[in-house]
């Protein structure tokens, strides 16, 4: 059989490198993305087919499909795995942030489908869109990371229908808390928007607890990875794969718990529960 080959993009660190690593181990070839030359260099010599790219540039989006085709033949798995989480609050950060975050997490994701689809159609494959369990249960100053990863999970059910005439399979894979990056891109990002101006700046404390609440007992991005893999050979995958410590309580939590409840309780937790 002749080697498979899968995409994924967002492999500077964490999640993206973790998964690049365990396919290139499993035998697949693996075609690595990231924005800095630095890590596509760092890509490169680690054996991947290493490509710069920018989720968001439609031009090189088609050129790496070309090049996919010329010198892959095929594409057989593409996730979608770039995307940050902005923090802060709604307010602060403004429609400016939102269609920031947007543009990265949610309209990429299907850019980069859209360009993919003729291999993927060619070859039967896989889109595998790595989601969040934040779009399952919205946190304080989290909102517009939240509602991307919530767009996300209703357009990866939309592209499960739309693209099974053409017997591509679309697997959503929901994330808890996975040690990585993350955390600390999150918390850097909310450093940025922090400033005395903003009406919450007396509970600044809470939106720092919100940007590091992904690295709260964190499953080792490794075994988040080999689990996804898994997921990926099986004859029979399934369409949403939740994975990593709190991914399955929260979104139980979502569920069950009274909204009235949960909001006191998060309120509480990121220090919602005074006046200001």
Same mark, same amino acid.
């Given at each position: 059989?002749?080697?498979?080959? +899968?995409?994924?993009?967002?492999c500077?660190s964490?999640?993206g490198?973790?998964?690049?690593?365990?396919f290139?181990?499993?035998g697949?070839?693996?075609w690595a993305?990231?924005r800095?030359?630095?890590?596509?260099a760092e890509?490169?010599? @680690?054996?991947?087919?290493?490509?710069?790219?920018?989720?968001?540039?439609?031009?090189?989006?088609?050129? %790496?499909?070309?090049?996919?085709?010329?010198?892959?033949g095929?594409?057989?798995? *593409?996730?979608n795995?770039?995307?940050?989480?902005?923090?802060g609050?709604? %307010?602060d950060?403004?429609?400016?942030a939102m269609?920031k975050?947007?543009?990265?997490?949610?309209?990429a994701?299907i850019?980069?489908?859209r360009?993919?689809?003729?291999?993927l159609?060619?070859s039967?494959g896989?889109v595998?869109n790595?989601?969040?369990v934040s779009g399952?249960?919205?946190t304080?100053?989290?909102?517009?990371y939240c509602?991307?990863?919530?767009? +996300?999970h @209703?357009?990866?059910?939309?592209?499960?229908?739309?693209?099974?005439?053409?017997?591509i399979?679309?697997?959503?894979?929901?994330p808890?808390?996975i040690?990585?990056s993350f955390?600390?891109? @999150?918390s850097?990002?909310a450093?940025?928007?922090i400033?005395?101006?903003?009406?919450?700046?007396?509970?600044?404390?809470?939106?720092?607890a919100r940007a590091?609440?992904s690295?709260?007992?964190?499953?080792p991005v490794?075994q988040?990875a080999?689990?996804l893999l898994t997921?990926?050979?099986?004859?029979k995958?399934p369409? *949403? *794969?939740?994975?990593?410590?709190?991914?399955?309580?929260?979104?139980?939590l979502?569920?069950?718990?009274?909204?009235?409840l949960?909001?006191a +309780?998060l309120?509480?937790?990121?220090? *919602?529960?005074?006046?200001?």
């Amino acid at each position: 059989m002749s080697q498979p080959t +899968v995409l994924i993009t967002g492999c500077s660190s964490g999640i993206g490198r973790a998964l690049a690593e365990v396919f290139q181990q499993a035998g697949y070839s693996v075609w690595a993305s990231a924005r800095k030359p630095a890590d596509v260099a760092e890509l490169s010599a @680690a054996g991947f087919h290493a490509v710069e790219l920018d989720v968001n540039d439609g031009l090189a989006l088609g050129q %790496l499909a070309e090049r996919l085709k010329a010198e892959a033949g095929g594409l057989d798995v *593409l996730i979608n795995n770039a995307g940050y989480g902005a923090m802060g609050p709604l %307010l602060d950060g403004g429609v400016e942030a939102m269609r920031k975050q947007f543009e990265t997490n949610v309209f990429a994701l299907i850019g980069v489908t859209r360009a993919c689809f003729p291999l993927l159609r060619q070859s039967r494959g896989l889109v595998v869109n790595i989601g969040s369990v934040s779009g399952v249960l919205v946190t304080p100053f989290a909102g517009a990371y939240c509602a991307s990863k919530a767009a +996300v999970h @209703a357009l990866t059910d939309a592209l499960r229908l739309e693209l099974a005439p053409f017997a591509i399979e679309v697997m959503e894979v929901q994330p808890g808390a996975i040690a990585s990056s993350f955390g600390a891109n @999150a918390s850097q990002q909310a450093e940025q928007l922090i400033d005395q101006a903003s009406p919450w700046w007396p509970i600044r404390e809470g939106i720092r607890a919100r940007a590091n609440a992904s690295q709260d007992n964190p499953t080792p991005v490794s075994q988040f990875a080999r689990q996804l893999l898994t997921a990926v050979q099986r004859r029979k995958r399934p369409n *949403l *794969l939740r994975l990593g410590h709190g991914s399955r309580s929260m979104p139980l939590l979502a569920a069950l718990v009274p909204k009235r409840l949960l909001e006191a +309780v998060l309120k509480n937790r990121f220090g *919602l529960n005074r006046s200001l």
